[in-house]
């Protein structure tokens, strides 16, 4: 059985936490529930956003930057591909409190 890389485990965890309502698409922005997306190009198709070319992937936990990363609103999972970086955001109590009221 093929287990899964440990940056898709990462990425994974990190997104499951995430509320994401529909989609709202601004120029070179685009927003899924708390999950910002920029990139040269996007397309939706159903609760698929496909984001290509120099795409940041955001929330207020971390900062992804990939080649491409395709976003599955319905689960809250991306599959990031291409030269892929993440940054993990320091936790404050405002960050703290905010994931407390989420899960709520």
């Known amino acids: 059985m093929k287990r899964p890389s440990m940056k898709r485990a990462l990425l994974l965890f990190l997104l499951a936490s995430l509320v994401t309502p529909a989609v709202a698409q601004n120029g070179g922005n685009v927003e899924v529930g708390r999950v910002s997306f920029e990139a040269l190009s996007q397309q939706t198709e159903g609760s698929l956003l496909r984001c290509r070319g120099d795409v940041e992937m ?7 930057r990939a080649d491409e990363v395709d976003y599955h609103s319905d689960t809250g999972t991306a ?4 030269s892929v970086w993440i940054q993990l955001l320091p936790v404050t109590p405002k960050t703290a409190s905010d994931r407390r009221q989420q899960h709520q």
């Open 58 to 64: 955001a929330t207020h936990s971390f900062v992804l």
């Open 79 to 82: 599959e990031a591909r291409g």
